[in-house]
């Protein structure tokens, strides 16, 4: 039974590795020839997708209904697992989605091409004026039809308790008056936990709250925009989630 999970988790494992090393760089080439990647993100989710099946992860969305689909949104959620990149992509599938993301990740081998060519916000958290830079064109990306994807709490956490939140992403709606929709990803820590290549099979849920307008609000009352949102996310952390089923278990 545990070589069998074994074995599992390699597959896993192996079809991201093969499946990274055929879309980025698709999507690289993509992206070349169209001005703001939709249609490479649309390979990427087919990518997202593909990776779920393998994984055994099933995404269950709660909240849709509060999102309009022809408008853009600054979403912002929780970060507890590198699987709620994909988790997020899925659960949004109907949104161009592109991602705050520290320039760490554009070493990464193959992945950090694509991540640069769909024009995710790259974020040097050394730098303040590269940042203010970064969200200044967050502000285009949206006024292009795309919607951006902020994890406030600016790292990966741990539980249901979150970080404090930096400001970045709330000027950012701010500025743009572009609506903000918080939301919880639930269980993603036990499908793929922090510095493990361990994927487990399981039921993530992503929960999502009634968007908060930012349109005429000045940016002195951010803070107050901050604690809006912040409450919002915990009422929905409060949610309850399904565990996460391990592999070993089903073996």
């Not at 997202?48 to 209904?65: D, H, T, Y």
């Not at 309009?68 to 949104?73: A, E, F, G, N, V």
């Amino acid at each position: 039974m545990k070589s069998r999970a074994r074995f599992v988790h390699v597959v896993r494992v192996v079809a991201l590795i093969v499946s990274t090393l055929i879309v980025s760089p698709t999507v690289t080439l993509i992206c070349l020839f169209e001005q703001d990647g939709k249609i490479g993100y649309r390979v990427t989710q087919w990518w997202m997708a593909f990776n779920l099946w393998v994984s055994g992860v099933r995404v269950n969305v709660k909240g849709l209904e509060h999102l309009d689909r022809s408008r853009q949104y600054v979403f912002m959620s929780n970060h507890r697992s590198a699987a709620d990149i994909i988790a997020l992509g899925i659960a949004l599938r109907d949104f161009q989605l592109r991602f705050v993301a520290k320039k760490e990740l554009l070493k990464v081998p193959v992945f950090g091409w694509g991540l640069r060519a769909l024009g995710n916000i790259i974020i040097d958290r050394s730098n303040q004026v590269q940042a203010v830079r970064s969200y200044a064109v967050a502000g285009q990306r949206i006024r292009r039809g795309i919607s951006v994807m902020v994890f406030p709490e600016g790292t990966r956490g741990e539980g249901a308790e979150l970080l404090p939140f930096k400001k970045g992403g709330f000027v950012l709606a701010i500025e743009t008056g572009t609506p903000i929709a918080p939301m919880i990803v639930v269980n993603t820590e036990a499908v793929l936990a922090k510095k493990s290549w361990k994927i487990e099979s399981g039921e993530v849920e992503v929960r999502i709250g009634r968007p908060i307008e930012t349109a005429g609000v000045p940016v002195k009352e951010r803070n107050r925009v901050v604690a809006t949102v912040r409450q919002s996310m915990d009422d929905l952390a409060r949610g309850g989630g399904e565990r996460a089923r391990p592999e070993s278990a089903t073996s």
